[in-house]
């Protein structure tokens, strides 16, 4: 029966080191990687990780500063993809992880709905660290209507705009 996502419920025999052998369900879209319309994933091909990449962003990048995250904009890359920072000025290790989770969920929910392809560098500020994730969300897509990189939202009913109230 299906359960309204698309693919039916399955079990796979796992094995994992030093355990016996059970069943473990598993969708079918799981298993076979497949990208539904409205996924909302941040795989690692879409995040910047080479070094020479993230500097020529910090370098050449349009920054627009805001009051939670200033962002890096770079156009003119092959694919839109994204780093995200929080440097010591933020705060401690618990700090940092939390304002990074913070902006990572905000662009994760929000990737879809931007215009590239263009590189870009997500840096928290100190208040980051103790907003909630509609205040960064609200933030991070005014800063990317600014630098011209935010589409339209393709299905509302999938994530509505994070100020409104859920039906």
Same mark, same amino acid.
């Given at each position: ?15 994992? !080191?030093?355990a016996a052998p059970r069943d473990v369900p598993v969708s079918v879209c799981e298993a076979v990687g497949s990208a539904r319309p ?8 879409? &995040? ?14 349009? &920054? ?5 995250? $200033? ?13 995200? @920072? ?8 618990? $700090? ?7 902006? &990572? ?5 929000? &990737?879809?709905?931007?215009?590239? !392809? ?10 980051? $660290?103790?907003?909630?994730? !509609?205040? @960064? ?9 600014? @630098? ?5 939202? @393709? ?11 859920? !039906?």
């Open positions: 029966m299906d359960s309204g996502g698309g693919c039916a419920p399955r079990t796979e025999r796992q094995f994992w !080191p030093g409205g996924d909302r994933r941040f795989p690692r091909q879409a &995040r910047l990780q080479r070094r020479r990449d993230i500097r020529a962003v910090f370098d050449a990048g349009l &920054r627009t500063p805001g009051q939670l995250l $200033a962002l890096w904009a770079l156009r003119g890359a092959q694919e839109t993809r994204a780093v995200i @920072v929080a440097g010591r000025r933020v705060g401690g290790a618990t $700090a940092r992880n939390r304002a990074k989770r913070l902006l &990572r969920e905000a662009y994760r929910l929000n &990737r879809h709905r931007v215009r590239g !392809p263009c590189h870009l560098a997500l840096v928290a500020q100190r208040a980051c $660290a103790q907003a909630s994730r !509609p205040e @960064v969300e609200v933030e991070l897509l005014s800063l990317l209507n600014d @630098v011209g990189c935010l589409g339209p939202a @393709v299905d509302e009913r999938c994530h509505p705009h994070p100020a409104e109230p859920l !039906p």
